[in-house]
């Protein structure tokens, strides 16, 4: 009897712990955001102002020499036009003035250039079967660059002393550098799902449906393409799904109701 | 099984000794047994970030303090194995943390928020009751924690403990009672 109450006392110890642990996973979700403490770290303790930004934006910009093209078919210039304003209308306040690039090339592919300079590949918008995955994917990109994950991933691969002397001083070698780890670094998956609720609250407003999100998603899966580092992500996180059913399941708020992006989107394919 | 009324007098049919009674537990014991608790804070204290050296602290303190007395051998004995599931959930802790600091895939979830406060949980309370704890072999007083005192009064008091303790006889006692 003696020895049995030691065990018994063991189980009472690893159970109380067990229900803490257990009991917190389960309940604090449930307790109200009022009531909660900020749990999250002040990530913009380390970071440059919008006007830097945009400068080490205009240096990407001409290292790949992208410009806004002129002799862009007009159809796909005012199709991505039609677009973005649908998603930029409805963002309430951004310290960014966007400005979107389409580039000639077949990669399944879009980016955030620091300063809200997001490049879209002609590749992908083949890959499209609406404009609303379009949306979906621009939406997300904004989403990158509205929570400043570029300037973070930055700061984070080179350091604050290194992105500063690049704004201050502009020398090739460096600049060559930072456009390198802009293209080739990806983003965690924190930040991805932060992009993909961001994505998917914008298309929300903007009257598209949300799970356009996730049938870009799929498509890109069911293509099996050989894709860009920017959107491996997609491909190869093994989280995948889980974001796949994170936007099939998002839930929009009462009297959502969606309305069609009035484009030809054959038409504009056509252009391409 | 017969409850012992009298602390003092040995039940033979019980499977444990008798329990040394403050008064007879020398003051050099009770410091001893103290130290026991006390040297944690010190060891956990300068071990923080890397929590290894409180544990090979104890061990050394277990194995050179535990012949002295019974009474020293359970407040040692006691101190040490309440310090293991500490150490291991903060080993566990540092290795989660690392992970979310290296690999991508580890996040701060609620199972890992939730895994910060019980450890929290746990070695706050293991400070709290390894202060009483040494207060009470201070003055020469046991002090059971939940399950670690159960444990470790089984291993010390038990009758079948082999362990030879200074002072205590070494051989079997020649004259035996007639039944």
């Known amino acids: 009897m003696n020895r049995v109450s030691i065990w018994i006392d063991l189980v009472k110890l690893l159970g109380g712990f067990a229900a803490i642990w257990v009991g917190y996973v389960l309940l604090w979700p449930m307790v109200p955001d009022e009531f909660k403490p900020d749990w999250t770290l002040d990530e913009d303790l380390v970071t440059i102002s919008i006007e830097d930004e945009e400068g080490l934006g205009d240096f990407i910009l001409e290292a790949f020499e992208i410009e806004q093209s002129e002799d862009l078919p007009a159809a796909v210039d005012s199709g991505l036009w039609v677009i973005e304003n649908r998603l930029l209308s409805q963002l309430d306040a951004t310290d960014y003035e966007y400005n979107f690039y389409i580039v000639d090339n077949p990669a399944v592919n879009a980016m955030t250039f620091p300063g809200g300079n997001i490049v879209v590949f002609t590749g992908l918008l083949e890959l499209s079967d609406t404009p609303e995955q379009v949306a979906a994917v621009l939406a997300h990109e904004i989403g990158h660059a509205e929570h400043r994950h570029v300037v973070d991933k930055l700061i984070t691969e080179l350091g604050i002393t290194f992105v500063m002397a690049v704004i201050t001083g502009g020398d090739a070698n460096l600049i060559h550098e930072l456009t390198q780890t802009v293209i080739s670094s990806v983003f965690s998956r924190n930040q991805e799902q932060e992009a993909d609720q961001f994505s998917m609250e914008l298309l929300e407003r903007s009257q598209i449906d949300p799970r356009a999100l996730a049938a870009f998603f799929r498509k890109m899966n069911r293509e099996n393409l050989d894709y860009a580092d920017e959107l491996e992500w997609v491909m190869s996180h093994p989280h995948n799904n889980s974001r796949i059913k994170a936007s099939l399941e998002y839930e929009v708020g009462e009297g959502f109701e969606s309305k069609p992006i009035d484009l030809d989107w054959d038409a504009v394919k056509a252009a391409l | ?179």
Do not use: C
Request: glycine letters at 4%; charged letters at 20%.
């Open chain 2, 1 to 179: 099984m017969e409850e012992q009324k009298n602390p003092l007098i040995e039940n033979v049919n019980s499977p444990y000794l008798p329990l040394p009674q403050p008064d007879e537990i020398p003051e050099r014991e009770r410091e001893d047994a103290m130290g026991a608790y006390l040297m944690m804070f010190a060891a956990l204290a300068s071990s923080l970030p890397l929590p290894i050296i409180n544990l090979i602290a104890a061990v050394i303190y277990y194995y050179v303090n535990r012949r002295k007395s019974r009474f020293i051998h359970f407040h040692s004995l006691q101190s040490l194995l309440s310090q293991l599931p500490t150490t291991f959930m903060n080993w566990g802790l540092l290795y989660w943390f690392i992970m979310i600091w290296t690999k991508e895939a580890w996040t701060y979830n609620d199972y890992f928020k939730g895994y910060v406060i019980a450890v929290i949980l746990a070695n706050v309370l293991y400070i709290i009751f390894s202060l009483l704890a040494a207060v009470r072999a201070r003055k020469g007083r046991m002090y059971y924690f939940l399950f670690f005192g159960k444990l470790s009064y089984d291993m010390v008091f038990s009758k079948s403990n082999t362990l030879v303790y200074k002072g205590e006889r070494e051989a079997p006692a020649e004259n035996k009672p007639p039944f």
